[in-house]
């Protein structure tokens, strides 16, 4: 194992426990903890990672208060922790699921339907069990959309079989993906990784596979007889330019930077030939290419319940929302959070640690007739899985300006030490932040 700073793996840890940072997450920061004895209905859409961080901090926070969650999903997944299944890293889907019913906090109502409907003008929620649910503010945390159903051909329960994978879907196609890559890796062959065209989560996502396909087949000793493709629907692999720049260098040490392709999105696959179908979006014109492996990444959108909503989708069909205060545009009442904020950047789990706090003290000033005054600048995180045993941690704000926050750490150099933080430590501080206590 390469050295990390000039630190063996030994003298790594005794410094990370010294430091303190095993149980947190970059980017802390501390926000006074608004209180009100309002008794004012607030409705929280989703309960996930962003739902039910917030809900936590309401309930401390607004002790009268009658806070009630919205979301038919029973289990709570762990997100991050799919890339990690989906290359052979963890071999359970079970340390990536929870049941949401232990979760909820006390005291939060939870009503098990799904949204269909938002009436802001009305301040009601409407559910598919035909319930109406008023609200004096609203907090949307409904996450996006997987858009398979735009890839024509593709199967969803073929996931796992000739070669078929991808990462986002859920644990079970997370595991099939390994499957998949397992298989692949000890023949051999052509792997062709994808990139959607759309605003996504966690983008880094596709990067890692690409890194980690290349670190199997070395591992299995099929890299002569292998070769790595990469398909962008646009004109770059990661928004942030020197992390792209940093990919790409590390690539061409992999021979995967020669294959890169830019312009080219997915359209569909025939999973009997094993072929993919591109188009290059300015002119139409479509190309086919075989696969052995092939990592889907579905374009993303918002869920209909708000990219159908005039009244609070923005242009692309995102959530409208000031990109500092997480307040909706037009409605002072209603909050955003998470994925489904049409904000530049931010749909990862870090950028919920960090907004978190923010929405629920804006929001309380709000409730208490004040102005939000805290800003949020955007900030996301991602642990770029780079091989086994080395990722980079890389951090930046709204604007793709690298803002990293730890000491000693490079974010664009490879270490054990952000290996160690997408291992091992950032699920405990995911829940953590989850409890509102981050």
């Not at 608004?34 to 039910?52: H, T, W």
């Not at 071999?91 to 409907?117: F, R, S």
């Not at 037009?330 to 530049?344: C, E, S």
């Not at 270490?415 to 091992?424: G, K, M, N, Q």
Request: hydrophobic share 40%; net charge neutral; proline share 6%.
């Amino acid at each position: 194992m390469k050295p990390f700073n000039n630190l063996n793996r030994r003298d790594f840890l005794k410094v990370l426990a010294a430091s303190g940072l095993a149980t947190t997450l970059p980017s802390g920061m501390t926000i006074a903890a608004e209180q009100s004895d309002s008794k004012a209905r607030i409705v929280i859409i989703g309960c996930g990672l962003a739902g039910l961080a917030s809900a936590h901090r309401l309930r401390r926070q607004l002790p009268n208060a009658e806070i009630t969650i919205i979301d038919g999903k029973w289990e709570h997944n762990y997100q991050p922790g799919y890339t990690l299944i989906a290359t052979g890293v963890w071999n359970d889907t079970n340390k990536v699921k929870t049941a949401n019913a232990k979760l909820i906090p006390n005291g939060v109502k939870w009503i098990q339907e799904a949204v269909t409907e938002i009436q802001p003008d009305n301040k009601v929620v409407l559910t598919n069990a035909n319930n109406k649910v008023p609200y004096d503010y609203l907090i949307v945390a409904t996450g996006l959309r997987l858009g398979y159903d735009k890839i024509e051909g593709l199967d969803l329960l073929a996931f796992g079989q000739k070669g078929l994978g991808s990462v986002y879907h859920s644990p079970e196609t997370a595991m099939a993906t390994w499957h998949a890559m397992d298989e692949f890796r000890k023949k051999g062959g052509r792997a062709v990784m994808t990139l959607a065209g759309t605003d996504m989560k966690c983008a880094g996502a596709p990067l890692k596979m690409t890194f980690m396909v290349a670190d199997r087949i070395r591992q299995a000793g099929t890299t002569s007889g292998s070769q790595i493709d990469f398909f962008a629907a646009k004109t770059a692999i990661f928004s942030v330019k020197p992390v792209a720049d940093k990919v790409l260098e590390l690539w061409k040490t992999l021979d995967v930077a020669p294959n890169v392709h830019y312009q080219k999105e997915l359209i569909g696959v025939n999973m009997d030939s094993q072929t993919a179908i591109f188009r290059q979006p300015e002119t139409g014109e479509q190309s086919t290419e075989h696969y052995d492996f092939i990592h889907i990444v579905p374009p993303m959108f918002a869920p209909d319940v708000i990219l159908n909503n005039n009244e609070l989708a923005n242009e692309k069909g995102w959530l409208n929302v000031n990109a500092e205060t997480l307040q909706h545009t037009k409605y002072p009442n209603i909050f955003g959070l998470g994925d489904i904020n049409g904000t530049p950047r931010g749909k990862t789990a870090a950028t919920v640690k960090k907004s978190a706090p923010i929405v629920v003290h804006n929001l309380i000033r709000t409730i208490n007739g004040q102005t939000p005054d805290v800003a949020f600048d955007g900030y996301t995180s991602c642990p770029m899985l780079v091989r086994e045993g080395e990722a980079m941690l890389v951090e930046f704000n709204g604007k793709g300006e690298l803002t990293p926050t730890l000491p000693l750490v490079n974010p664009l150099q490879p270490s054990y030490f952000a290996w160690y933080l997408e291992d091992v430590m950032l699920k405990p501080a995911y829940m953590t932040v989850l409890r509102g206590h981050a």
